[in-house]
């Protein structure tokens, strides 16, 4: 039986030596550094590590020699990230190709690694490292490669793995080191531990860089940056490390000081790519920022007056299947959008990265319900895969509210991410193209107008932009309406009739929709000022809370934009500065419509109702019911409806300008016979 081998002793004096304490100190202690490739603030940058552990006592006897490093942590400067324009292009090492075998972390000397070649692909390189040894005359040369995202030994989202396959020297060393961010801010910490006991003088690691798809990105801010860590040598017992101090670096250039005090200028640009007056075309908006600028965090936009969007035949994406989106996990096999392919709307583009190559990633905009007090919404679902990196899916909902005196719609975004699971996303540019076939539809106005903006940043700065918009051919466009009147119920004097008024448009052509709207009655009926007394209020209409007594009578509207018509009731309004209540049509349905009629009397003499504004948005078919009889009957009869035929006249003025004024003949019930009963 062999003797045992001697307990090793002195193992205290190594850790004392390493952390530059003890009475036999080496020369110098370990030391690190951390340099980025440019000073440039807000740019991608390459970047190279040294770490140097003096050897002194290969040339000095009387000196201990120096522990072999066991675990370094390396924390790189807050504001120093991934740049995520680097994943174009990128791809990663698997377990396989890097020959990984198992994990061992507890054992004194892991056997993770099998020894053959690795075939990590050429894509997976992130760059090279040298390594001085006194036990060789040469730098051993070697690749860093990046490892499959959750499939690496660590099952982390960012790992690395330094190999060296040196045939001349017949040595293969593969190393693992994770990688770990910050989640809120994306710092950056290097752990590689339980590395080999062999002695190692300097260790030099350059990543990729020099170009827009270098793999890291300078912080956003001007100034100092400091890496800091800890280096733990194998001698030590108790955990005993030698803190990181080093030189750092500065970043310069047309920087802030500080992250609130960024600038804030982001760029917008909006409108349809067809200018045709009264046509479907799909509609773009884009908003873009510089480097360095703080990011984007909200996107509000306010469309002009008149372009809208065909609702009809697009169901809402359902609300479990939104929910779906958002818990998506970020496996590759799991990023398939949840809304369906029928609640489509358009796309998204959004770009994120430093430098002049942001990598670009492909969204889906959908159609869904009521949203934050809006009757509708929007929902983009973007799968955040570049690359080998997989980080689930991004939705982001915006509330589509809609104006109900003008149909004018704005839509509010929900907050933009500024990181994902510690990535920094840096975002450029988001590209929102609606471009369902038949979905937006232009104005028939061809006024000058404009899309507005309302751009949050991520440190609270606000841009409003705006950007011109304005459609042509209005010539092109006809404008035709029909208008039906009839009075039912009593056509003596002093009778109260109520009132029918149809108008309807053509169905084929293409015509410009009504701005203005006002009808005459004839002189023959006026308004029961007794009946005035039951009405509504302006701020308790806006709340949809008019009580019934203040219902004078019903109004419907069809539109192709919808599946189903607009209806409600017609109150009597007080609050919007005319003399006599304003007469208020409340259309309910999709959406929510307020039509304003202001009450007063013709050059006949005769009752008059004009509706001052009218929405930019084709109608098919209006029908407007007002009641009858003393109760409820605005009109009164100041002559025998039936003496004379009766006339109105109603004048129309479309948005494009162009006015139509008709005389209609007013039906009556006059000269329809009772039923006679026979004598016996």
């Not at 090279?128 to 499939?151: D, H, M, N, R, S």
């Not at 909902?397 to 003008?406: H, K, N, Q």
Request: glycine content about 10%; charged content about 20%.
């Amino acid at each position: 039986m062999k003797d045992p081998l001697p307990v090793i002793t002195g193992c205290d004096a190594l850790t004392e030596a390493w952390l530059g304490q003890g009475p036999q100190p080496q020369n110098e202690e370990p030391s690190f550094s951390f340099q980025p490739t440019t000073d440039q603030a807000s740019s991608p940058t390459g970047a190279t590590a040294t770490l140097h552990i003096p050897q002194a006592a290969l040339t000095d006897p009387g000196k201990l020699a120096a522990s072999h490093l066991k675990k370094t942590v390396v924390t790189l400067p807050k504001g120093l990230s991934v740049n995520p324009s680097s994943a174009a292009g990128l791809e990663a090492c698997s377990e396989a190709q890097v020959g990984y075998v198992g994990n061992a972390f507890l054992s004194p000397n892991p056997t993770r690694f099998d020894e053959k070649p690795v075939t990590c692909p050429d894509g997976s390189k992130l760059g090279t490292f040298q390594v001085k040894t006194p036990l060789l005359e040469e730098e051993l040369e070697g690749t860093i490669y990046l490892a499959a995202q959750e499939e690496n030994p660590f099952n982390s989202l960012i790992a690395l793995y330094l190999v060296v396959e040196s045939e001349r020297f017949g040595i293969t060393l593969k190393l693992p080191g994770e990688v770990r961010p910050d989640l809120a801010t994306g710092q950056l910490t290097a752990t590689f531990d339980n590395n080999p006991q062999l002695p190692f003088e300097d260790l030099t690691l350059h990543f990729r860089g020099g170009g827009p798809r270098s793999t890291l990105a300078t912080p956003e801010t001007c100034g100092h940056f400091e890496t800091t860590g800890s280096l733990e040598p194998w001698s030590a017992e108790h955990g005993e490390a030698l803190p990181i101090q080093e030189a750092g670096f500065s970043t310069s250039g047309a920087c802030a000081s500080s992250e609130e005090s960024r600038p804030f200028g982001p760029t917008f640009e909006a409108g349809t790519i067809g200018t045709q007056a009264g046509a479907y075309s799909p509609l773009v908006i884009k908003v873009d920022r510089k480097d360095g600028e703080q990011e984007l965090r909200r996107l509000n936009f306010t469309l002009p007056k008149g372009l809208t969007g065909k609702l009809a035949s697009i169901p809402y994406c359902p609300e479990g299947a939104i929910k779906e989106a958002e818990g998506k996990s970020g496996k590759a096999e799991q990023a398939s959008p949840s809304c369906s392919a029928a609640s489509q709307i358009g796309t998204v583009d959004t770009a994120a990265g430093v430098g002049s190559a942001p990598i670009h990633v492909a969204g889906k905009v959908y159609l869904a319900g009521p949203y934050q007090g809006a009757p509708l919404s929007s929902v983009v679902v973007t799968p955040a895969v570049a690359g080998p990196f997989d980080l689930g899916d991004v939705v982001i909902r915006a509330p589509l509210f809609v104006d109900p005196e003008t149909a004018q719609i704005t839509a509010q975004s929900d907050p933009i991410p500024t990181i994902l699971k510690g990535i920094p996303l840096k975002v450029r540019s988001v590209v929102v193209n609606l471009d369902r076939s038949g979905f937006t539809l232009n104005p028939t106005s061809c006024n000058p107008m404009s899309v507005s903006a309302a751009i949050e940043g991520s440190n609270g700065a606000t841009a409003k932009p705006t950007n011109r918009f304005q459609v042509g051919g209005c010539t092109s466009l006809k404008f035709k309406p029909q208008l039906e009147l009839s009075l039912k119920g009593s056509t003596k004097h002093t009778g109260h009739p109520a009132l029918k008024a149809v108008l309807t448009y053509p169905k084929q052509g293409a015509y410009a929709n009504i701005a203005r709207a006002q009808v005459n009655l004839p002189h023959s009926e006026f308004i029961d000022q007794g009946n005035l007394d039951k009405t509504c209020t302006k701020p308790v209409l806006l709340e949809g809370k008019c009580p019934k007594r203040s219902i004078y009578g019903k109004a419907k509207a069809w539109t192709p934009l919808l599946d189903a018509p607009l209806e409600g009731p017609v109150y009597l309004v007080g609050g919007y500065g005319y003399k006599l209540p304003a007469l208020v049509a409340e259309l309910n349905g999709q959406i929510r419509v307020v039509l304003k009629g202001k009450v007063d009397s013709g050059p006949n003499k005769g009752i008059r109702n004009t509706f001052e504004a009218v929405p930019d948005a084709p109608v098919s078919r209006f029908v407007l019911e007002m009641k009858g009889g003393k109760k409820y009957g605005l009109l009164e009869n100041s002559e025998n409806l039936c003496s004379k035929s009766q006339r109105a006249i109603a004048r129309f003025t479309a948005q494009d300008g162009k006015v139509l004024q008709v005389k209609p003949l007013i039906a009556n019930q006059c000269g329809k016979k009772k039923g006679k009963t026979k004598k016996k």
